[in-house]
């Protein structure tokens, strides 16, 4: 049982370039979930997706585009990186376990652009 | 909106010395409440949770208890280890999983 996976690990971009995240668990979870961790920002979350289907924006979703693949797959692309986007990715999923909903969290994705 | 308070760190603290972190939270309704760990180059893992008043989460010698009152979630243990240190998130879900709230994170330190 792997949970939820990321790729890649880092990455580097150069201004303007494109990229997409990869995310997907196996736990059969509805929601899923993409945040980024900056320095003394917690976690801000980019956006969400409730259910195969549907994507709704969070907090900072300005630059970002998603994709709900399947259940499994939830994608995140920059369309033109930009320095501002230099932060590490993390990956979530919800479920409901032991009276409640927990989320998971995938190991990041630390993305630098330059 | 809900959000989370905690305090700010860094918190540098001698192995076996007690630890608490401050959480506390503002919400409608009734969330559940929830601790986070996240060692060095890792994601978030779940510490504790309680989801109701007056519940008390407990995993590895971490304890917080829920209360209503004082709409606090505070994390303690009794003698931290070097392996202990990390950043700890508290936070909350109050919409039948569509709405989990993160305070900005506590580092902590342990010095052996």
């Known amino acids: 049982n792997a949970g939820v996976t990321q790729t890649p690990k880092f990455q580097v971009l150069k201004t303007g370039q494109s990229m997409t995240l990869q995310c997907a668990q196996d736990?059969?979870?509805?929601?899923m979930y993409w945040y980024r961790q900056d320095p003394g920002m917690g976690l801000r979350l980019i956006y969400y997706?409730?259910?195969?289907?549907?994507?709704d924006k969070g907090e900072v979703p300005n630059g970002y585009n998603v994709s709900r693949l399947n259940k499994r797959e939830f994608s995140l692309r920059l369309e033109s990186a930009a320095p501002s986007q230099t932060s590490v990715y993390f990956c979530?999923?919800?479920?409901?376990?032991?009276?409640?909903?927990?989320?998971?969290f995938g190991p990041g994705t630390r993305l630098t652009v330059t | 909106g809900d959000s989370v308070t905690q305090m700010e760190g860094p918190v540098t603290l001698s192995e076996e010395a007690f630890l608490t972190i401050n959480c506390t939270y503002t919400?409608?309704?009734?969330?559940?409440l929830f601790w986070y760990v996240q060692y060095p180059g890792e994601g978030l893992q779940l510490l504790l949770k309680?989801?109701?008043?007056?519940d008390k989460g407990s995993n590895k010698g971490f304890e917080a208890t829920y209360r209503k009152e004082t709409t606090s979630f505070h994390l303690e243990k009794g003698s931290v280890q070097v392996s202990d240190s990390a950043v700890y998130f508290c936070?909350?879900?109050?919409?039948?999983?569509?709405?989990?709230?993160f305070g900005p994170g506590t580092r902590l330190s342990v010095l052996p």
């Open positions: 919400a409608t309704g009734y969330p559940s």
């Open positions: 936070a909350l879900e109050g919409n039948y999983g569509q709405n989990f709230v």
């Open positions: 979530a999923s919800s479920g409901f376990r032991d009276r409640d909903y927990e989320q998971y």
């Open positions: 309680a989801t109701k008043a007056d």
């Open positions: 997706s409730a259910s195969e289907g549907t994507t």
């Open positions: 736990m059969n979870h509805n929601s």
